[in-house]
């Protein structure tokens, strides 16, 4: 299976999910235009990369911001790795964020929350 790897933009996070090594990467801005749209070929890796996971499947999100309609394609993002941990698979979650911003770490203790799996949230300087 090839890892997807998503260039950043002014509107786009750097995603890199890495089919070898397990290791799923989300850092920078989630504004795009079309969430959706944006997120969809990210849907469709993951639900191949579920029918043959890696042992442990490491998932690193460090997002500065991202909008309202993102808010809702990263939940269901999560809820891809939320369904590989309740398939018996170990799945290691951790969501950075910057010291001083509340909101990101908020956010994190929100996504925890609501997908009853266990964040290592975790503050950056």
């Given amino acids: 299976m090839e890892s997807l790897i998503l260039q950043p933009s002014a509107h786009t996070p750097t995603v890199s999910l890495n089919a070898a090594t397990g290791v799923c990467e989300f850092k920078g801005r989630s504004t795009p235009e079309n969430s959706v749209e944006y997120y969809e070929p990210i849907y469709k890796w993951l639900d191949a990369y579920s029918a043959n996971p890696c042992p442990t499947t490491t998932v690193n999100i460090q997002f500065e911001y ?27 979650i951790n969501w950075f964020y910057e010291a001083e911003d509340d909101d990101m770490k908020e956010a994190g203790e929100d996504y925890c929350d609501i997908l009853q799996i266990p964040f290592d949230i975790q503050a950056i300087e």
């Fill in 66 to 92: 991202f909008n309202t309609s993102s808010s809702k394609c990263i939940l269901d993002v999560l809820k891809k790795f939320v369904k590989l941990h309740n398939a018996g698979q170990k799945v290691q």
